[in-house]
């Protein structure tokens, strides 16, 4: 069974959505997501998008899909690939997909001139854990993550 890694369409925003409330399902967090199909569409495909997808097919079938964008080091000089999201569903997993996904992104990183490839994991999804680390993936724990969304936002942009 072949994998193919292909970057998104627009006409693949409504299986990004789905990926994405799967994703959210596992990671106890389906009340997280209030993207809409149009919001995909707008945030990976309109004019001056800043962020990118990836759809992964088995077959032709698609199993998963990636969402990355580029950031940026001042330490390094140069821009980075941060990966914002990746899922291979449930049923596919183990088949090499996800490394395979990995990989092509890694390769987006280089071919772009990025000095790092970063994402972020939940500290009890042990499964991703074991396997970033089997790649040679190390974790930033000296790092704490910080947000602000919703109305602390923007309380805080209004002053």
């Not at 990671?27 to 945030?43: K, N």
């Not at 990746?86 to 990989?103: F, H, M, N, V």
């Amino acid at each position: 069974m072949s994998v193919e890694i292909r970057p998104a369409v627009p006409s693949d925003a409504p299986q990004i959505l789905a990926f994405i409330r799967e994703l959210a399902d596992y990671e106890r967090a389906r009340h997280e997501v209030i993207a809409s199909v149009a919001d995909i569409e707008r945030s990976l495909f309109s004019e001056g998008a800043t962020a990118h997808g990836l759809i992964c097919l088995r077959d032709g079938v698609p199993i998963g899909f990636a969402v990355f964008f580029f950031s940026y080091s001042t330490w390094l000089g140069s821009n980075c690939l941060y990966l914002e999201d990746l899922y291979i569903t449930p049923a596919q997993r183990g088949g090499g997909a996800g490394k395979q996904l990995l990989r092509h992104l890694a390769r987006i990183a280089c071919d772009n001139g990025c000095g790092r490839f970063e994402w972020s994991v939940l500290e009890w999804n042990e499964p991703a854990i074991q396997f970033y680390k089997s790649l040679g993936a190390q974790p930033q724990e000296e790092w704490v993550r910080y947000r602000m969304d919703g109305d602390v936002l923007r309380a805080f942009a209004q002053g």
